[in-house]
């Protein structure tokens, strides 16, 4: 019987010190609950207890529990927790108002880029048809530019992942681009040699892509001397192809080994820098 006195007299006690934090007078939170203030006032002397139905409206109008408010006491364990989820609530929010503002740019960019796109291909146009009474020469443009659209849009609109994207794109529409520009232009090289051209280089982006985002945050020296080596293959690959179409040597073989030759030595030195990095931490591990 003392002990229940004694856990009355400490829900009490706990019922004035919270409504005074809350700055509530005994008649303001009585309004809140329907009950007289001489209820409130009689809790607060330990004259008697709420009844069961008014627990949860109590609590919610002292800023509490129902457990803290029948223990009497505010729960350390369960400050704690609410604290820190209102500091990671704070810093998610936070990150998402960066993000968004961030994005914000982006599209802003994007509206920037897509307007000036507009505004050269409609100058075009108008001059061509000025000059010539015809569209001519401002449907490549036209096209040159929708493709540049279509490539750019993933990389300023995208949320993640934007140079993968705008890479996809570009596999996508470059084959469908040297189509029309063989049409428009009526070069035959375009739909032949263009398109093997096309493929080596999509073949050396993606494999310069992969490199980056899969080797370069462990050794960026191997990734370098990786993208070196890479290059030579793609070079050495498109001139057979011109060589193939055209039936002769380029004209400019002397100064393309050349270039191969320097970036041959970059590699090198490249992969020398991982060698000596990796045995460095070896040796520090």
Not at 104 to 127: D, K, N, P, Q, Y
Not at 189 to 217: D, F, P, Q
Request: charged letters at 20%; glycine letters at 6%; aromatic letters at 8%.
């Amino acid at each position: 019987m003392e002990q229940e006195e004694n856990k009355q007299e400490k829900m009490a006690k706990f019922i004035l010190e919270m409504r005074k934090v809350r700055n509530l007078t005994q008649k303001e939170l009585a309004g809140q609950l329907g009950v007289t203030d001489k209820a409130v006032s009689k809790w607060e002397r330990a004259v008697s207890s709420p009844d069961i139905s008014l627990l949860l409206p109590l609590a919610k109008a002292l800023g509490v529990s129902v457990g803290e408010l029948l223990n009497g006491e505010r729960d350390e364990a369960m400050l704690e927790e609410k604290a820190k989820a209102v500091v990671d609530e704070a810093l998610k929010y936070s990150h998402r108002s960066a993000s968004r503002r961030v994005q914000r740019l982006w599209e802003l960019l994007f509206a920037g880029m897509s307007l000036s796109f507009l505004l050269a291909g409609v100058v075009c146009f108008i001059c061509d048809f000025a000059l010539s009474r015809k569209l001519s020469w401002s449907l490549l443009v036209a096209v040159s530019l929708l493709v540049a659209w279509g490539i750019l849009t993933p990389f300023f609109l995208a949320e993640k992942r934007r140079l993968q994207k705008s890479l996809l794109v570009l596999t996508v529409l470059i084959f469908p681009y040297l189509m029309a520009l063989s049409l428009l232009l009526e070069v035959q090289l375009l739909r032949t040699m263009g398109l093997y051209i096309a493929a080596a280089g999509l073949l050396g982006l993606w494999g310069v892509y992969g490199i980056l985002t899969r080797v370069w945050s462990r050794n960026r020296y191997l990734a370098l001397g990786m993208t070196f080596s890479l290059c030579i293959a793609e070079e050495y690959g498109i001139d057979r192809i011109i060589d193939a179409f055209l039936k002769a040597a380029s004209q400019q073989q002397s100064l393309c080994y050349l270039e191969e030759f320097a970036m041959l030595m970059l590699a090198a030195l490249c992969f020398g820098l991982a060698a000596i990095k990796r045995r460095a931490k070896e040796k520090s591990s």
